[in-house]
Structure formats: structure tokens, C-alpha cells
């Protein structure tokens, strides 16, 4: 089960955690994709070149964006049209994922994965007593690719993971847990940023408070029915929640 295997107890209560503490946090992780860095289109077309390999039809930006929310292997089967439980899904989704992710992390630059702008300024302004994470439903390659590009940012990271090295991937909170392990604290000492609903609820199973990021793939709309304690619509606005130097 889910939650299970790590040393830490996840919590499951709405709205965890306190706007005002956040600044006091001794540990601040990231998702990737829509939340540190603008790499929705080198996503999107790697997902246009799988399937079309396949013979299958090309997808819209809108199903791009709504099939995020899931893992790669997950969302490429969706994409086909099948569902969990169809014959065939884990079978062909995991095909389909493999060959994505053999394409699209050779693709990771800063013209296809750059940070937003600010992001990084806000990385280098935490405290050094602040420890800074990462996970991704991406593949763990995929995200330690995009930090190493971005001025190798990877360095300030005490932990990274992916979708295929965790225990069970978001929405569930083992991810998050693995990181909180690594990195020495408590998850309710750390906060979770992210831009995807399922980002919201692994951090309420691991019992840590979360922000949502509104320039990423998701609506506000959608974002407001998360548990993210805060919405923030942008960098500027998300400095002013995060640890920063004085």
C-alpha cells in the first residue's frame, strides 16, 4: 500500500499547514514541468511524435494539458483512448512511456525546458539553512536533466525523484516522504509547490502544506477545488509565501 514503507506517517486533512509559518520552512520542494520550468511544448511535441509513430491521431494542447495530471505511461495509454482496467493499458502505456522518455529527455535544453523567469533568483535567494527538493511524475532522468541545464541548479537540491523511482507516484504521497527522508525533515516542516491538482493531494497524504502555482498547465478554477493552501499567480507573489534571504 501507498504510504506505507517510509519512516514518516502522512497526514490526510484539508488546508494543511498555515500561510504565515510557510516562511518559517525548513524545506521547500518543487514539481517541474509548469511549476520551475515553461517545458509544456517540448512535452506536448514529444507526445505528438510517439503517438504518430504509432499510427495513432495527434492530440490537442487541451488534452495535453488535462492528461498532466497523470504519469507518463498513464497519460500516453489515455491518450490511445483506454482506460485503467482496459486490456492492454499498463501493457501498452508503459511501451508508449519508455519510448517517450528515451525521446524527450534527450530533448531537455534551455530553449525547451528554461526556468520561468525569476525562478532561479528565487532559488538562489533561499537561505542556505532552507533544504530544496524536486519531484515530478515525469522520470527522475527527466527532472535531474532540466535542473542540470538550467545553470546546474541541481547542486542546491538535496533531493530529486521521479514517477518511476518512488514508491507509488502523486497523487499519493510516498514521493514526497522519499524526499522529506533524504532530506532529514519532518514533512510538516517543508512545503510542496506545485500546478496540478494531484500535487494538492500528495501533499495532504504526506501531511504537508502546498501552494499552487497558476502558470502552469491547470485553470485556477480546477486549482481552486485542490487542498493548496494558497494560490499564487506569480513568481513575485510566490517569494513574498517562500523562505527568502533578508
Same mark, same amino acid.
Given at each position: 500500500?501507498?504510504?506505507?514503507?517510509?519512516?514518516?506517517?502522512?497526514?490526510?486533512?484539508?488546508?494543511?499547514?498555515?500561510?504565515?509559518?510557510?516562511?518559517?520552512?525548513?524545506? %521547500?520542494?518543487?514539481?517541474?514541468?509548469?511549476?520551475?520550468?515553461?517545458?509544456?511544448?517540448?512535452?506536448?511535441?514529444?507526445?505528438?511524435?510517439?503517438?504518430? +509513430?504509432?499510427?495513432?491521431?495527434?492530440?490537442?494542447?487541451?488534452?495535453?494539458?488535462?492528461?498532466? #495530471?497523470?504519469?507518463?505511461?498513464? =497519460?500516453?495509454? =489515455?491518450?490511445?483512448?483506454?482506460?485503467?482496467?482496459?486490456?492492454?493499458?499498463?501493457?501498452?502505456?508503459?511501451?508508449?512511456?519508455?519510448?517517450?522518455?528515451?525521446?524527450? *529527455?534527450?530533448? *531537455?535544453?534551455?530553449?525547451?525546458?528554461?526556468?520561468?523567469?525569476?525562478?532561479?533568483?528565487?532559488?538562489?535567494?533561499?537561505?542556505?539553512? %532552507?533544504?530544496?527538493?524536486?519531484?515530478?511524475?515525469?522520470? #527522475?532522468?527527466?527532472?535531474?536533466?532540466?535542473?542540470?541545464?538550467?545553470?546546474?541548479?541541481?547542486?542546491?537540491?538535496?533531493?530529486?525523484?521521479?514517477?518511476?523511482?518512488?514508491?507509488?507516484?502523486?497523487?499519493?504521497?510516498?514521493?514526497?516522504?522519499?524526499?522529506?527522508?533524504?532530506?532529514?525533515?519532518?514533512?510538516?516542516?517543508?512545503?510542496? #509547490?506545485?500546478?496540478?491538482?494531484?500535487?494538492?493531494?500528495?501533499?495532504?497524504?504526506?501531511?504537508?502544506?502546498?501552494?499552487?502555482?497558476?502558470?502552469?498547465? +491547470?485553470?485556477?478554477? =480546477?486549482?481552486?477545488?485542490?487542498?493548496?493552501?494558497?494560490?499564487?499567480?506569480?513568481?513575485?507573489?510566490? =517569494?513574498?509565501?517562500?523562505?527568502?534571504?533578508?
Amino acid at each position: 500500500m501507498p504510504c506505507k514503507s517510509l519512516s514518516f506517517t502522512a497526514k490526510s486533512r484539508s488546508k494543511i499547514g498555515n500561510l504565515d509559518a510557510i516562511k518559517s520552512s525548513k524545506g %521547500v520542494l518543487f514539481d517541474i514541468d509548469g511549476t520551475l520550468a515553461d517545458s509544456w511544448k517540448l512535452g506536448f511535441d514529444a507526445t505528438q511524435v510517439v503517438l504518430t +509513430n504509432y499510427g495513432i491521431d495527434a492530440i490537442t494542447e487541451d488534452s495535453y494539458h488535462k492528461g498532466c #495530471v497523470y504519469t507518463t505511461p498513464e =497519460r500516453l495509454a =489515455r491518450h490511445v483512448g483506454l482506460l485503467p482496467g482496459d486490456e492492454n493499458f499498463d501493457e501498452l502505456g508503459g511501451k508508449l512511456g519508455m519510448e517517450f522518455d528515451d525521446y524527450y *529527455v534527450k530533448l *531537455v535544453s534551455t530553449e525547451t525546458a528554461s526556468f520561468y523567469d525569476g525562478m532561479e533568483e528565487l532559488l538562489l535567494n533561499m537561505p542556505k539553512s %532552507v533544504k530544496i527538493g524536486a519531484l515530478t511524475n515525469a522520470c #527522475v532522468g527527466y527532472g535531474k536533466a532540466v535542473l542540470q541545464v538550467n545553470n546546474n541548479v541541481i547542486e542546491m537540491f538535496s533531493s530529486v525523484h521521479g514517477a518511476d523511482d518512488v514508491p507509488a507516484p502523486k497523487p499519493f504521497g510516498d514521493g514526497l516522504l522519499l524526499c522529506c527522508q533524504e532530506m532529514g525533515l519532518d514533512p510538516a516542516e517543508c512545503v510542496y #509547490v506545485g500546478d496540478s491538482p494531484t500535487d494538492a493531494k500528495a501533499a495532504e497524504e504526506a501531511g504537508m502544506p502546498s501552494i499552487g502555482v497558476l502558470w502552469g498547465s +491547470n485553470s485556477e478554477e =480546477r486549482l481552486s477545488k485542490a487542498p493548496f493552501l494558497h494560490l499564487c499567480s506569480t513568481i513575485s507573489e510566490l =517569494r513574498e509565501i517562500l523562505p527568502q534571504k533578508e
